[in-house]
Nanobody, 124 residues
Framework: QVQLVESGGGLVQAGGSLGLSCAAS????????MGWFRQAPGKEREFVAT????????YATDSVKGRFTISRDNAKNTVYLQMNSLKPEDTAVYYC?????????????????WGQGTQVTVSS
């Protein structure tokens, strides 16, 4: 069983930055691809970014490319999402997820474990 705990959310003005962290426990973190997803009020959960198990491969959705960066530190069992140039439309609960395989994935159903989420609010 893998446990994921997100942190780092909060309130920020448009144009600002936030860094999210997701700490994993209970498994072999370096074997898992990781992803970040978000869910805005009244909307479905959507993919944000993913990173392969050893970290060299990443992919992000078009709306955040150039602004958000996913990274990981396997020695710390942690995945990060650095968010810059934030916009009000980035407001959502952000979730990290673990996939019990090495390769990237964008589908929600491809992930096996989920964190509880952390709220990010961007004011205009």
């Amino acid at each position: 069983q893998v446990q994921l705990v997100e942190s780092g959310g909060g309130l920020v003005q448009a144009g600002g930055s936030l860094g999210l962290s997701c700490a994993a426990s209970g498994g072999t973190f370096s074997n898992y691809a990781m992803g970040w997803f978000r869910q805005a009020p009244g909307k479905e959960r959507e993919f944000v970014a993913t990173i392969s198990s050893s970290g060299p491969y990443t992919y992000a959705t078009d709306s955040v490319k150039g602004r958000f960066t996913i990274s990981r530190d396997n020695a710390k069992n942690t995945v990060y999402l650095q968010m810059n140039s934030l916009k009000p439309e980035d407001t959502a609960v952000y979730y990290c997820a673990a996939r019990l395989t090495a390769s990237l994935a964008t589908r929600i159903g491809a992930y096996d474990y989920w964190g509880q989420g952390t709220q990010v609010t961007v004011s205009s």
